[in-house]
């Protein structure tokens, strides 16, 4: 059992994506009593049992499809020979509780530069996990980066080399505009919680002119945020990093990035 808990513990940490199956309650003859439990990764592996044959396959299918819902299930499974649906011929019956077992929402950085650095330690304290990526090992190391898991990935292989989803907040700053134009093609259209690419204005624009002439439309553009970061009057990178996961924060939670102060003087009807 330890081992079992370990398992559990050592896939949140790597970020993995697993699902807990836990036999909540029994009725007549079942393969396992209540209390039996199985992990489901998000790759099918497993590991524990829950009863093995057809129930087992079923758990393990409906724990995907939780996965992929990222919500806990309640699911009851029959092994009533001749009932309709009847999983088996044990006789009775199965409740099995799935919940999802996700890792934080990721701040997935592209490029280990200065800023980087300093995004990464403040994503980390926002509570977000981290992920940083970058085609040179030898700025991906622990001392750059204390804490946040950090992936070798070539720019032109971003799809096919990361996990991309609806927890990612993905953050391109890497060293050169080609890479951070490279990276941004294939992240346009990808069901990520949030997406800004650092850089001026000029910089911007002309971006996403090569972007529209490619044949993104503006609706794919508008879900951008670039330049990113709240105005905050940001310059050295510390400052920037600030901005960038204070945006983050604004957009997932649903805040205005108003000082609070002015919202407290407009309710009270105050000008100004």
């Known amino acids: 059992m330890e081992e079992f808990y370990a398992a559990i513990a050592e896939a949140l940490r790597a970020g993995e994506r697993i699902a807990l ?50 919500g806990p299930v309640l699911k009851e499974y029959s092994l009533e020979g001749g009932q309709p649906g009847a999983l088996g011929v044990c006789g009775g019956h199965a409740q099995v509780f799935i919940q999802p077992l996700l890792p934080p929402e990721t701040v997935l950085i592209f490029g280990a530069g200065h800023v980087a650095q300093h995004l990464a330690r403040a994503a980390a304290a926002a509570g977000l996990g981290v992920l940083v990526v970058d085609d040179r090992p030898e700025f991906l190391t622990s001392e750059r980066f204390p804490g946040a898991r950090t ?25 050169s505009h080609a890479h951070d134009e490279e990276v941004l093609e294939q992240l346009i259209d990808q069901p990520l919680a949030y997406l800004g690419v650092m850089g001026s204005r000029t910089k911007v624009r002309l971006m996403f002119q090569r ?42 939670n649903g805040g205005t990035g108003l000082p609070l102060s002015q919202r407290a003087r407009a309710a009270r009807g105050e000008e100004g």
């Open 21 to 70: 199956a836990t036999v909540v309650q029994v009725e007549g003859s079942t393969p396992r009593n209540a209390g039996a439990q199985m992990i489901v990764w998000d790759t099918g592996r497993t590991l524990g049992t829950v009863g093995g044959g057809t129930v087992e396959a079923c758990v393990i299918r409906d724990s995907l499809d939780a996965l992929r819902e990222g």
């Open 151 to 175: 992936q070798l990935v070539s720019f032109s292989d971003v799809r096919t080399s990361l996990c991309l989803d609806r927890r990612t907040h993905a953050v391109i700053v890497t060293r």
């Open 211 to 252: 972007l529209r002439q490619a044949g993104y439309s503006e609706e794919q553009l508008a879900h951008v945020h670039a330049p990113i970061g709240l105005d905050i009057g940001a310059e050295t990178p510390a400052e920037i990093a600030v901005s960038i996961v204070a945006e983050i924060l604004q957009h997932r």
